[in-house]
């Protein structure tokens, strides 16, 4: 019986060789979108699964009101490392986490900058990354250790055994390996070649140790492990007032556990509440997937209904020779899912050989793992979905019909089939239309904030990390470079002007006692706004001939018109408890998220907050040139670290890379979506066309035109296009209306956007069906109707 199906299916797909062809290129087309995004998808979804303990591991959390809000961030003090540790029964232990950041580490004539944390001893107990080599219980227990990953290892020291070698950090200590690590997953939250203990932070930065006790500096990560998480709920509740009971009472603020997880998919925050995050774009490609799929589906549909009068008379002969309708049914669906399985075999191939384009893509390193149950698993799932779903509708409807009828010749199978195709079609152009419209919308969004004003100018301007060498010679090593032709401006600051690093509260005479506003905060030097090409509204920048700006404060215009200062040079800000003298106004600078307002900021001269030095070159130069003498003036003066540089303007553009992603592949994936639907609508237009082969022959010898033959075959699939677009288009401004209510900066969804893309679809459908209509009405009548 099995082998009957098959020959049978075969049969079938070498008789009708076009539109299997078209069935299987369309489902394999809608296959390969699916497995591709399926692959993003659960490569999002798998983020820190692989910890043993991730169930039972959280960070801890701050939600805070001002602003007008309740504001959320991870950055906490850090004596909540200690408190945490005895705050709860339930707390096994804590770990105080760095931010993570480039070192320079040198072993021989080796020298290479990697990313690493520093983290307390506790950190390998609690999240147990592998270790090759070491006890994850002591292997970070002396301060001059580190810890690094197998890749780092055999970079520093080829096949020499690296425990219990000297690697020096930064030029400034030395430090032995206790432990080797196996390379980090990249679907891990934490990215790292080594790991720093926190003892060894603390003899080499003493602000770190004078803020042991300090409640009042959220600078820290810490992270803790639960023995049960099932008491998360207890545990918030036995932290959450911690850091009022401990002085923090100017506003409200509480502690909470952000599971892990949740880190990956669920790290933006709404007034103290989880609204999404990566799992926005998780979600958003699923239904992606799932559209396209449907879309496919639709075709196979569509076709099997279109071409079942070819088989009303099998049906027929299989009936009146006792066929069962379940047999005839098993049958149907048994080619239908026959046919998925040949699409989702090309599929795969054509999958594996794609990946590497989609990967630079998307950013990532995904692949198909043929070894893994789960795949196959899933490749039988979509087999059995597209075979069962595609095949159903048609072997209900084939295995109904009346054996004697069908026989006689009496069942007009095409017409009672209509309104279901018509309905598909419309669903199917429906999805594409979503589609259209969404990757429209996305890419002027993206517009709208990459045009947004800066407020300062990228052009020419490089960034390089500060060090103690550079530290120690900036004053001779800035007098070079601006004495070299090269340059232009050089200064020094606390964050690069791409990032936001420090935030703050400050007074003004006039403030309400109860308003708390949040600066962002940035600590520099002389020709900060020269260097960075930042307008000065009014008074001045920092100047090295005013000895007396170590005490004086500027802000930028966000912060002017929240004080509603009138004459606001000379007036006295509070800082820290100090007073500042207010000397400048600058424009509002875009250093944070794009997709928010600029907030208010202040300046201080504070030169030993330094991390980062800005040159701006000198344009109309050879900028490769240029580069070449800044490299050479910072190798003479920070001789052992090699010249790492980057330009503001790539690091802006990395901010976009989320949405940039989700517009390319929104395009992508909704021109194949139309394609998936063109070649369903040529095949179903083709065989329309066929099927009134004689009507269109009668219609000729009566005199009818070619054009009016045309605008008779046409205009029933342009309604359908048409009641497609008055579906889709409400249903899209409502869907993207919500998908942009996250973004405080947004473009407005214009109406002439609908129908344009309903225009151009309309067309897409009729350049389709006039093509086929045509070839039918220019036929000769005498062949269509000699049989007559």
Not at 211 to 233: H, M, P, R, T
Not at 261 to 273: A, C, Q, Y
């Amino acid at each position: 019986m099995i082998k009957n199906f098959f020959l049978v299916a075969i049969r079938n797909l070498s008789k009708n060789s076009l539109y299997s062809i078209i069935n299987i290129s369309g489902l394999s087309i809608g296959i390969v979108c699916s497995v591709l995004i399926l692959l993003w998808v659960a490569d999002e979804l798998s983020f820190d699964k692989f910890h043993p303990k991730v169930d039972r591991l959280y960070q801890v959390w701050v939600n805070a009101e001002f602003d007008g809000k309740i504001n959320t961030w991870r950055s906490v003090p850090l004596p909540t490392y200690e408190a945490m540790k005895t705050a709860d029964g339930n707390i096994k232990q804590s770990v105080v986490v760095g931010w993570g950041g480039d070192h320079l580490l040198s072993f021989g004539d080796t020298r290479i900058i990697k990313r690493g944390y520093f983290a307390s001893e506790e950190f390998l107990e609690m999240f147990e990354f592998p270790l090759i080599v070491g006890n994850a219980e002591s292997v970070m227990d002396d301060p001059p250790s580190i810890v690094i990953s197998e890749s780092l290892a055999t970079a520093l020291f080829g096949d020499q055994d690296p425990i219990n070698q000297v690697i020096r950090l930064d030029d400034e200590s030395d430090l032995k390996v206790t432990g080797i690590l196996k390379d980090i997953p990249k679907n891990s939250s934490f990215q790292f070649d080594y790991l720093l203990t926190w003892k060894h932070r603390e003899q080499i930065n003493s602000w770190v140790v004078d803020n042991q006790d300090n409640w009042g500096n959220y600078s820290f990560q810490i992270f803790v492990e639960l023995n049960d998480a099932s008491k998360e709920i207890d545990v918030e509740n036995s932290i959450r007032d911690m850091l009022t009971k401990n002085g923090q009472t100017d506003i409200k603020r509480e502690f909470f556990l952000h599971p892990m997880p949740r880190w990956r998919l669920h790290s933006n925050f709404e007034g103290g509440k989880e609204s999404g995050g990566m799992s926005d774009y998780v979600q958003l490609f699923t239904v992606i997937a799932i559209f396209i799929l449907v879309i496919a589906c639709i075709n196979f549909m569509n076709l099997a209904t279109a071409r079942s009068e070819r088989r009303a008379k099998e049906v027929g002969i299989r009936k009146s020779i006792g066929s069962k309708r379940s047999e005839l049914i098993i049958q149907f669906v048994a080619e239908s899912i026959f046919i998925s399985f040949i699409a989702t075999f090309i599929a795969i191939i054509i999958a594996q050989l794609v990946l590497p384009f989609y990967n630079n893509l998307v950013e990532k390193e995904l692949y198909i793992d043929y070894t893994s149950l789960n795949f196959w698993l899933f490749t039988l799932g979509i087999i059995l979905f597209t075979g069962v779903v595609s095949g159903s509708y048609p072997a209900f409807y084939l295995s109904s019909f009346n054996p004697v009828k069908t026989l006689k010749g009496k069942v007009t199978v095409g017409k009672s089939a209509g309104t279901p195709r018509k309905v598909l079609v419309t669903l199917q152009f429906g999805f594409s239309i979503l589609l259209m419209i969404g990757t429209v919308v996305i890419f002027r969004q993206i517009e709208l904030v990459k045009s947004r004003e800066l407020g300062y100018d990228q052009e020419n301007l490089i960034t390089i990390k500060n060090t103690d060498d550079i530290e120690k010679n900036y004053d001779v090593l800035k007098l070079e470079l601006l004495g070299s032709g090269a340059v232009e401006a050089v200064t020094r600051s606390n964050s690069s002007i791409t990032t936001i690093n420090s935030n703050n509260f400050v007074g003004w005479p006039g403030k309400p006692e109860d308003l708390r506003v949040i600066f962002t905060t940035i600590a520099t030097e002389y020709d900060y706004a020269k260097t960075m090409g930042i307008r000065v509204l009014e008074g001045r920048d920092f100047s090295e001939d005013f000895k007396n700006d170590t005490s004086a404060i500027i802000i930028n215009k966000a912060a002017l018109k929240l004080m509603d200062l009138e004459d606001p040079i000379g007036t006295e800000l509070d800082l820290w408890g100090e007073k500042r003298t207010l000397i400048g106004v600058v424009d509002d600078v875009l250093m944070g998220s794009p997709y928010q307002a600029v907030k208010p900021m202040f300046m201080i001269m504070d030169p030993d907050w330094i991390s980062v030095i800005t040159v701006r070159l000198k344009k109309g130069q050879d900028l490769q040139a240029s580069i070449n003498t800044v490299k050479g003036l910072f190798e003479k003066y920070n001789p052992a670290y090699p010249f790492d540089y980057s330009f503001v303007d790539v690091a802006f553009q990395k901010k976009f890379t989320t949405i940039n992603m989700t517009q390319e592949l929104a395009t992508l994936f909704s021109i194949l979506a139309i394609v998936i639907t063109g070649l369903g609508l040529f095949g179903l237009a083709s065989y329309t066309a066929e099927q009134r082969t004689k009507e269109i022959g009668i219609r000729k010898v009566l005199g009818a035109s070619v054009s009016s033959l045309i605008t008779l075959m046409s205009k029933d699939f342009s309604r359908l296009v048409i009641l497609s677009f008055i579906v889709s288009a409400p249903l899209g401004w409502w869907l993207l209306n919500k998908y942009l209510e996250r973004y405080p900066i947004r473009v407005n969804i214009d109406w002439w956007i609908f129908p344009v893309i309903g225009i151009v679809v309309l067309l897409f459908a009729l350049v389709i069906v006039t093509n086929q209509a045509g070839r039918a009405a220019r036929a000769n009548p005498a062949n269509s109707l000699r049989n007559e």
